[in-house]
């Protein structure tokens, strides 16, 4: 993480553009994190720092994501379904993926767009499905530019609010850490028996 607030502070918003722009189009990248990453980093940002905004940075995570989607949808539109179901392994899109990902996609256009953004997988797949089904472009574009200014909002906006509050948890005592991990166990008990459930 030390290497990418380097790069951040020294390339700003250009990095934040580019870095989305290559997670989206399939390159292997942990854009959430990078996107809280680069909230609590604008937060810790001093004088000495690159005068960097945070409005600025959801900006170019938008235009970034949605240039990458853009992309993606056009390659699949030009190379069609053999290159994809042939090279897809090689960006996380394995058969399995691509026939469960294809028959959502095929259901709610749409909302499969803005939803995949918050899926990781899904949202480099669903793109190249987009391309391969002929969405319309109007259509498919306004769910990216929609779907990525929520999604980078969002997680922009998380990684800026607990930067700005990490000093109110330097001061947690013992009784605070039981209690978090207990609401987390809690919470994770929750999960796992929802979804034993639903297996069933």
Not at 178 to 200: C, E, S, W, Y
Request: charged fraction near 10%.
């Amino acid at each position: 993480m030390e290497n990418i607030q380097s790069l951040f502070l020294t390339y700003g918003y250009l990095f934040v553009f580019l870095y989305l722009f290559c997670g989206l189009i399939g390159v292997p990248a942990a854009e959430e994190s990078f996107l809280l990453f680069v909230g609590i980093t604008l937060s810790q940002i001093t004088e000495a720092d690159p005068p960097l905004r945070l409005s600025v940075c959801i900006l170019m995570a938008v235009l970034g994501a949605s240039s990458g989607m853009v992309s993606a949808y056009l390659i699949a539109c030009y190379i069609g379904e053999p290159f994809i179901v042939r090279y897809g392994k090689y960006i996380g899109l394995t058969k399995q993926r691509w026939e469960k990902a294809r028959r959502r996609f095929q259901k709610h256009t749409f909302l499969a767009i803005i939803a995949g953004y918050f899926i990781p997988g899904i949202r480099q797949i669903n793109p190249y499905l987009a391309g391969l089904s002929r969405a319309r472009f109007i259509t498919y574009l306004s769910a990216s530019l929609l779907g990525a200014w929520v999604w980078a909002t969002i997680f922009l906006s998380l990684g800026y609010f607990a930067g700005n509050q990490i000093h109110r948890f330097i001061g947690f005592g013992l009784f605070h850490v039981i209690l978090i991990g207990a609401i987390l166990f809690i919470g994770f008990v929750i999960i796992t028996i929802i979804q034993f459930r639903r297996k069933k």
